[in-house]
């Protein structure tokens, strides 16, 4: 599918456009999933060789940010799937090539469409004064232009790290109620489910994982700026503001992975502790075992004594010998337990 986003006036206008049709005013081109004929459409406009979907999975910083034919070529993973509660990463390409914007993608991130329909609903900042009549002054600083290729990409990527900001934040409350599931859990007397620890343990690996993917895709971004705030002075982009909103981005960045730091730090705490509490309890539970065994041991050994099958024993002849037997085994089993108590060993 093509989705190009014409300009008008000073906003942006999405199109869904053909192979044989694509808008030539275009600022932004979306390719989603496209098809061979839509993909050569789109080489054949803009004068690119668009990479090949096994090329963007390529892990080589060089095959993923590159400059050829006059176009800048970035590659990032982008988290998908963040509403849908079943958060992803797939790669994504933004290519400067000329005036416009392509992005490559095979996936459907949130960021895309709330960048896209931002765009298309944004007015001018710095509006100017009114003058009297009703006339508006153009105020400094004011354009009246529709953003430029670069402009959308910084804005994109700004979206796409809000958007994994977010997922961060989903993963530190799932951790926060971990944490208390895990805590509460070992505040029980009874001890807990093997079955409830094991959800935990499954809780606890699907942070972990999320949190090296979301590390592994602010990597990615972390390569992407630097070679980005290249090309943009290459291609003296025309934006004032493009250099300071990349640096940003980078800061940014870098406080999302000092926060990630804590949450992989957290991450194994909560491991570590889940993994203590399973053999405590697994310890508590051998530890009964280990404690009845003991207290039957006396009535096993009295049991054994009186059934041995001599012919001459005193007791044999007893009247009260069998309830007297019974009556010993009963004692020699609650003695031990009522030991074990006062030592506060059950």
């Given at each position: 599918m093509i989705e190009a986003y014409v300009p008008t006036g000073a906003r942006m206008r999405a199109v869904r456009a053909s192979p044989d049709a694509i808008p030539a005013e275009a600022v932004w081109i979306d390719l989603l999933d496209p098809r061979p004929d839509e993909i050569a459409a789109v080489e054949q406009l803009c004068g690119i060789d668009v990479p090949t979907r096994e090329e963007m999975v390529e892990i080589e910083v060089s095959s993923r940010l590159y400059s050829q034919d006059d176009a800048d070529f970035m590659t990032a993973s982008v988290v998908f799937g963040l509403d849908s509660g079943k958060p992803s990463f797939a790669p994504v390409t933004f290519m400067l090539a000329g005036r416009r914007l392509i992005t490559l993608r095979y996936s459907e991130p949130k960021s895309f469409a709330i960048y896209a329909a931002k765009l298309c609903r944004e007015t001018p900042r710095h509006a100017g004064a009114i003058q009297p009549g009703g006339a508006e002054k153009p105020a400094a600083g004011r354009s009246d232009r529709p953003p430029s290729a670069e402009t959308v990409l910084i804005g994109l990527l700004e979206t796409v790290i809000d958007r994994v900001a977010d997922l961060l934040e989903m993963i530190s409350a799932?951790?926060?109620?971990?944490?208390?599931?895990?805590?509460?859990?070992?505040?029980?007397?009874?001890?807990?489910?093997?079955?409830?620890f094991r959800s935990l343990l499954q809780r606890v690996g699907a942070a972990g994982d999320l949190t090296s993917r979301a590390r592994e895709s602010l990597a990615t971004i972390d390569r992407l700026l630097p070679f980005l705030q290249l090309a943009l002075d290459r291609r003296k982009s025309g934006a004032k503001d493009a250099r300071p909103r990349v640096k940003a981005m980078g800061r940014d960045v870098q406080s999302l992975n000092d926060f990630l730091s804590f949450l992989s730090n957290k991450t194994t705490f909560l491991l570590?502790?889940?993994?203590?509490?399973?053999?405590?309890?697994?310890?508590?539970?051998?530890?009964?075992f280990s404690v009845v065994a003991v207290a039957f041991l006396p009535p096993t050994l009295i049991a054994s004594i009186y059934g041995m099958n001599f012919r001459f024993m005193p007791e044999l002849g007893w009247t009260f010998g069998y309830p007297l037997a019974l009556a010993l085994m009963i004692m020699s089993a609650i003695v031990p337990m009522l030991f074990f108590r006062y030592k506060d060993w059950l």
């Open positions: 799932a951790l926060d109620s971990i944490g208390e599931d895990v805590f509460s859990s070992s505040a029980r007397k009874k001890p807990a489910a093997t079955r409830n570590d502790t889940t993994v203590g509490m399973i053999s405590i309890e697994q310890n508590a539970i051998i530890k009964i």
